[in-house]
């Protein structure tokens, strides 16, 4: 079964195809023209908004996720404007590290939602994965992309920059998520 994962990001659509690794599943990217208005005020409406423009471009089943870094000592923030929240990586990571300098409360979460619409965009299943953690003092590790080498994962005293791919796969807000959707359409069939 092919299903468009709504990304212009490469690495999310390798982690994604990485997680679904063994299943009959098969994720490609939108067809040409899909450039989605991401002017919801959460996760969940985020992720809406791209899989019905993925269906609508490719006429096909699609699935869509909205993640980001929120953390508790900044109201949440950068939350559902990770991705905005400064111009590059290195100056996100940068940013952030100064914002949280000040605060004992290192405590954040990586959130995830998806979203799978039908090829008319019509909603089939939708679901939250959560991944907590809290912000590191100092970058560390070469793995993953994004926030990962400033967020340390519960329990594990590594950032997520630490992990292997498979460990990161297993406990990642995105991994969760996936998991959930997979669970959905193995019970659909």
Known sequence: MKIVFATGNPHKLKEIQEIAEGTDIEFILPAEGFDPIENGETFEENSFIKAKEAARVSKMISLADDSGLCVDSLGGEPGIRSARYADSPQARIDKLLKAVEPYENRKAHFACAMTLVDENGKLLYST?????????????????FGYDPIFIVDKTGKTMAELSEYEKN?????????RNVLEFLKSSD
């Open 128 to 144: 939250v994965g959560i991944c907590n953690g809290e912000i590191a003092k100092k970058q560390s590790g070469n793995g993953g």
């Open 170 to 178: 297993e406990i990642s807000h995105r991994g969760i998520a996936l």
